[in-house]
């Protein structure tokens, strides 16, 4: 944790020195790790492939006891024997550029946040702001601005139909059609004769590559799409797979590090699935990687995200895993599989038919090789298949069965579902793989946003805090200032840039700024709720707080009367279920009301000792009751049925 003056934690005359502090209920873990370190003659560092796991080795270095020993970086990429084993073999120190760009993304971030957060709760009572948070924010508010803007535009289209295929209306008098009124389509129907002409069939064949293995954000976009996972979930049941199932008397872990933005696989692994390909699909089916274009913010520091092991398929694996540790699983395997397969081939055929100065457009496709999508199948939408049109020759002549005249609407651009704002997020620059998920749910838990029929809409909070934002600071809200800074860090990190000067010179820049807004923004009033205090009888108002609205006197701090909470008197007390608690040991799990965030109001089970001990589990009704009392049994995060009766014991998985 960073602790220091203000909060920043920041010794702005000292070189922007961070001031550092162990968080009180991580200071067992420390005392424990310096408890095993006084058994061991060596340190060995192995925190996360990424920049913050390299600033993470570094505090621990800081942190503990080390005195004289050896300090040793290890880094793996998927937690396999081998992968573990080969990393023991290749220590290194720890990087400390990696550490510099890590930090100086947590200075100049946590200054942004504090000073703007400040000023907004201040101005117009706002939660938050941040460099990447208010960018995302922006993304959204804009799009909602350009669907009020948009001014719908009607246009037409013609099809004729021929039995056992249609074709659309292409060109008319030479020239690429655009009806945009009825009158213009009923010229053309009025100039048609009934004899139809072929004039020209081309036929190619099209390859289709598979896509490349997954990175963080095309998990996350596909994981939306297909599974309707939000981005913190997807990460959630990612992790699971990376750590390890249970699989009999072994843990296996199913993936490599899913916080990446490379392409790259492993010579291994590629091996592996050449023979794998060769002995599931058959020769003519091995291809190689297709890898997306190189992309200058990429780290490329660890690859894709990938099976470790490809013995362990989805169905050999399906009994160990819950249904959503299966689901994405399964996309995993096969997209990693596909994109080391052929590409799929199809024969494309275009057929141009004219009538007088019309020109007619149908177009048919026949897979002649499945290729990368015997892995997919249909599931990959990359590659959908037309229709496939009737034997055809140049020049034949025939009768159309009818003409069809439709009219349509041009719509506005789309509200950003989660796969569509990771999407532009990660076109744009705005923060890193790492991040995305973060982000998303910092939106919502403010309320800047609303997330209705799966789309985000901004809320007038929203609204409120962009134009304040844009008014003020315009430059550190757009996505070209995030990515200026994504590009910057990476030069920190690779040595080329001085950490401290990029900090100062941001220092310098930015505070002058909010100083300035301070003076100029003017403090918006509580909203009257139209009764009076009854304590001192003046007007009550609307106040946020941390954790929701409520209802206090205007005439604070002089008359500091709150309106009670009538859901707060009503909530149930806490009962016990007699249940030992599986991480302590001692407290019993006790049935709590969550008092805040978007669980606000709903269940949960908790140690009754909390906070000495602070388990937690989310859990819901089971269909089953108690075999030794008859009662209500419910499951828990960790797949076991327990028993709401205080005095009964009964757990079984």
Same mark, same amino acid.
């Given at each position: 944790?960073?602790?220091?003056?203000?909060?920043?934690?920041?010794?702005?005359?000292?070189?922007?020195?961070?001031?550092?502090?162990?968080?009180?209920?991580?200071?067992?873990?420390?005392?424990?790790?310096?408890?095993?370190?006084?058994?061991?003659?060596?340190?060995?560092?192995?925190?996360?492939?990424?920049?913050?796991?390299?600033?993470?080795?570094?505090?621990?270095?800081?942190?503990?006891?080390?005195?004289?020993?050896?300090?040793?970086?290890?880094?793996?990429?998927?937690?396999?024997?081998?992968?573990?084993?080969?990393?023991?073999?290749?220590?290194?120190?720890?990087?400390?550029?990696?550490?510099?760009?890590?930090?100086?993304?947590?200075?100049?971030?946590?200054?942004?946040?504090?000073?703007?957060?400040?000023?907004?709760?201040?101005?117009?009572?706002?939660?938050?702001?941040?460099?990447?948070?208010?960018?995302?924010?922006?993304?959204?508010?804009?799009?909602?601005?350009?669907?009020?803007?948009?001014?719908?535009?009607?246009?037409?289209?013609?099809?004729?139909?021929?039995?056992?295929?249609?074709?659309?209306?292409?060109?008319?008098?030479?020239?690429?059609?655009?009806?945009?009124?009825?009158?213009?389509?009923?010229?053309?129907?009025?100039?048609?004769?009934?004899?139809?002409?072929?004039?020209?069939?081309?036929?190619?064949?099209?390859?289709?590559?598979?896509?490349?293995?997954?990175?963080?954000?095309?998990?996350?976009?596909?994981?939306?799409?297909?599974?309707?996972?939000?981005?913190?979930?997807?990460?959630?049941?990612?992790?699971?797979?990376?750590?390890?199932?249970?699989?009999?008397?072994?843990?296996?872990?199913?993936?490599?590090?899913?916080?990446?933005?490379?392409?790259?696989?492993?010579?291994?692994?590629?091996?592996?699935?050449?023979?794998?390909?060769?002995?599931?699909?058959?020769?003519?089916?091995?291809?190689?990687?297709?890898?997306?274009?190189?992309?200058?913010?990429?780290?490329?520091?660890?690859?894709?995200?990938?099976?470790?092991?490809?013995?362990?398929?989805?169905?050999?694996?399906?009994?160990?895993?819950?249904?959503?540790?299966?689901?994405?699983?399964?996309?995993?395997?096969?997209?990693?599989?596909?994109?080391?397969?052929?590409?799929?081939?199809?024969?494309?055929?275009?057929? &141009?038919?004219?009538?007088?100065?019309?020109?007619?457009?149908?177009?048919?496709?026949?897979?002649?090789?499945?290729?990368?999508?015997?892995?997919?199948?249909?599931?990959?939408?990359?590659?959908?298949? &037309?229709?496939?049109?009737?034997?055809?020759?140049?020049?034949?002549?025939?009768?159309?069965?009818?003409?069809?005249?439709?009219?349509?609407?041009?719509?506005?651009?789309?509200?950003?579902?989660?796969?569509?704002?990771?999407?532009?997020?990660?076109?744009?620059?705005?923060?890193?793989?790492?991040?995305?998920?973060?982000?998303?749910?910092?939106?919502?838990?403010?309320?800047?946003?609303?997330?209705?029929?799966?789309?985000?809409?901004?809320? &007038?909070?929203?609204?409120?805090?962009?134009?304040?934002?844009?008014?003020?600071?315009?430059?550190?809200?757009?996505?070209?200032?995030?990515?200026?800074?994504?590009?910057?860090?990476?030069?920190?990190?690779?040595?080329?840039?001085?950490?401290?000067?990029?900090?100062?010179?941001?220092?310098?820049?930015?505070?002058?700024?909010?100083?300035?807004?301070?003076?100029?923004?003017?403090?918006?009033?509580?909203?009257?709720?139209?009764?009076?205090?009854?304590?001192?009888?003046?007007?009550?108002?609307?106040?946020?707080?941390?954790?929701?609205?409520?209802?206090?006197?205007?005439?604070?701090?002089?008359?500091?009367?709150?309106?009670?909470?009538?859901?707060?008197?009503?909530?149930?007390?806490?009962?016990?279920?007699?249940?030992?608690?599986?991480?302590?040991?001692?407290?019993?799990?006790?049935?709590?009301?969550?008092?805040?965030?978007?669980?606000?109001?709903?269940?949960?089970?908790?140690?009754?000792?909390?906070?000495?001990?602070?388990?937690?589990?989310?859990?819901?009704?089971?269909?089953?009751?108690?075999?030794?009392?008859?009662?209500?049994?419910?499951?828990?995060?960790?797949?076991?049925?327990?028993?709401?009766?205080?005095?009964?014991? &009964?757990?079984?998985?």
């Amino acid at each position: 944790a960073i602790s220091g003056p203000g909060g920043l934690g920041i010794d702005v005359e000292n070189n922007f020195k961070a001031e550092y502090s162990i968080l009180p209920d991580k200071s067992d873990i420390v005392k424990q790790l310096n408890q095993a370190l006084k058994k061991s003659s060596e340190l060995y560092l192995a925190t996360d492939p990424d920049r913050e796991g390299e600033a993470i080795s570094w505090h621990l270095a800081e942190t503990l006891e080390v005195e004289d020993r050896p300090i040793h970086r290890i880094v793996f990429n998927e937690i396999t024997k081998k992968a573990v084993m080969a990393a023991f073999e290749h220590p290194r120190e720890i990087d400390g550029n990696l550490v510099n760009s890590q930090e100086a993304r947590r200075i100049i971030d946590r200054i942004i946040g504090f000073k703007l957060s400040k000023l907004l709760q201040s101005k117009i009572r706002s939660k938050s702001a941040g460099r990447v948070q208010s960018a995302t924010l922006k993304l959204i508010t804009d799009r909602e601005q350009e669907i009020a803007d948009f001014v719908v535009e009607e246009y037409y289209e013609l099809t004729a139909e021929f039995g056992a295929f249609e074709a659309k209306l292409n060109k008319w008098q030479n020239k690429p059609v655009k009806m945009a009124s009825e009158t213009m389509i009923d010229e053309v129907i009025a100039s048609l004769s009934e004899k139809y002409r072929i004039a020209r069939i081309t036929q190619s064949n099209k390859q289709t590559l598979g896509k490349p293995p997954y990175i963080t954000s095309t998990l996350q976009q596909d994981s939306a799409n297909r599974l309707g996972f939000t981005a913190s979930k997807t990460m959630q049941v990612a992790q699971r797979l990376y750590e390890g199932i249970e699989k009999g008397s072994e843990r296996v872990a199913l993936i490599t590090y899913m916080r990446t933005d490379s392409t790259r696989l492993a010579d291994d692994f590629v091996h592996q699935a050449h023979s794998y390909i060769v002995q599931t699909f058959g020769k003519d089916y091995v291809g190689h990687l297709n890898r997306e274009k190189t992309n200058k913010r990429i780290q490329d520091a660890h690859e894709a995200i990938r099976p470790t092991d490809l013995s362990q398929t989805p169905d050999v694996m399906k009994a160990f895993l819950s249904r959503d540790e299966y689901a994405l699983y399964r996309m995993i395997f096969q997209r990693a599989v596909a994109s080391l397969m052929k590409p799929s081939i199809s024969l494309q055929t275009v057929v &141009e038919i004219e009538n007088n100065q019309a020109v007619f457009r149908a177009s048919g496709s026949q897979r002649l090789f499945d290729g990368y999508l015997a892995c997919c199948g249909k599931e990959d939408t990359s590659d959908t298949e &037309e229709a496939i049109l009737p034997a055809l020759e140049e020049g034949s002549v025939f009768e159309a069965k009818a003409i069809q005249k439709k009219q349509l609407f041009t719509a506005p651009p789309q509200r950003y579902n989660e796969a569509r704002l990771i999407k532009e997020m990660e076109d744009l620059g705005i923060g890193r793989p790492s991040t995305y998920a973060q982000t998303i749910q910092v939106i919502k838990s403010r309320k800047y946003v609303t997330f209705k029929e799966k789309k985000f809409f901004p809320t &007038e909070q929203g609204i409120k805090t962009i134009a304040k934002l844009n008014e003020f600071f315009h430059e550190f809200v757009s996505a070209n200032y995030s990515k200026k800074m994504e590009d910057t860090l990476d030069s920190i990190a690779e040595g080329t840039i001085n950490q401290t000067t990029i900090i100062r010179e941001f220092y310098e820049y930015f505070v002058p700024l909010v100083q300035e807004a301070f003076k100029n923004i003017k403090k918006e009033k509580p909203v009257e709720t139209g009764e009076d205090c009854p304590k001192c009888g003046s007007k009550m108002v609307i106040r946020k707080g941390a954790y929701g609205d409520f209802e206090a006197c205007s005439n604070y701090p002089k008359c500091k009367y709150i309106k009670p909470d009538e859901t707060k008197q009503n909530r149930k007390k806490p009962h016990t279920t007699n249940i030992v608690c599986p991480k302590c040991h001692e407290g019993k799990l006790v049935v709590r009301l969550a008092k805040r965030g978007k669980n606000r109001g709903s269940e949960f089970l908790g140690c009754s000792t909390y906070p000495k001990c602070d388990y937690v589990a989310s859990y819901a009704l089971a269909s089953e009751v108690c075999p030794k009392c008859g009662q209500t049994m419910v499951t828990n995060d960790t797949h076991a049925l327990l028993c709401l009766n205080p005095d009964c014991t &009964e757990t079984k998985k």
